[in-house]
Nanobody, 118 residues
Framework: QVQLEESGGGWVQPGGSLRLSCAVS????????MGWYRQTPGSARDVVAR???????????SYTDSVKGRFTISRDRAKNELYLQMDNLKPEDTAVYYC????????WGQGTQVTVSS
């Protein structure tokens, strides 16, 4: 059984930081990739960042434009975990964040709420 479990969401003031973690069990997604998506009420679930590649020295990372320079995606292949370091958070980053393995038609975590407000 494939499971993805997020943790690390919460409330933070603008300019603050949060680190999301995703523990994966039951499958590896090195080749098909893993990513973080976010969704606000009434909107589609959009990609935030993705990482894919089975080689420790040859992998690809992509970010949506609005988070470039502020968010960092990383992974621990030994632990089969995915992370998202979010710095300089803005109110518009408020959303439910989802961990994904294998792309939009793959596997999803249950989501974790991130709220950025003063």
């Amino acid at each position: 059984q494939v499971q993805l479990e997020e943790s690390g969401g919460g409330w933070v003031q603008p300019g603050g930081s949060l680190r999301l973690s995703c523990a994966v069990s039951g499958r590896r997604f090195d080749v098909t990739g893993m990513g973080w998506y976010r969704q606000t009420p009434g909107s589609a679930r959009d990609v935030v960042a993705r990482i894919f590649g089975s080689d420790e020295t040859n992998y690809k990372i992509s970010y949506t434009d609005s988070v470039k320079g502020r968010f960092t995606i990383s992974r621990d292949r030994a632990k089969n975990e995915l992370y998202l370091q979010m710095d300089n958070l803005k109110p518009e980053d408020t959303a439910v964040y989802y961990c994904n393995g294998g792309g939009p038609k793959g596997f999803w975590g249950q989501g974790t709420q991130v709220t950025v407000s003063s």
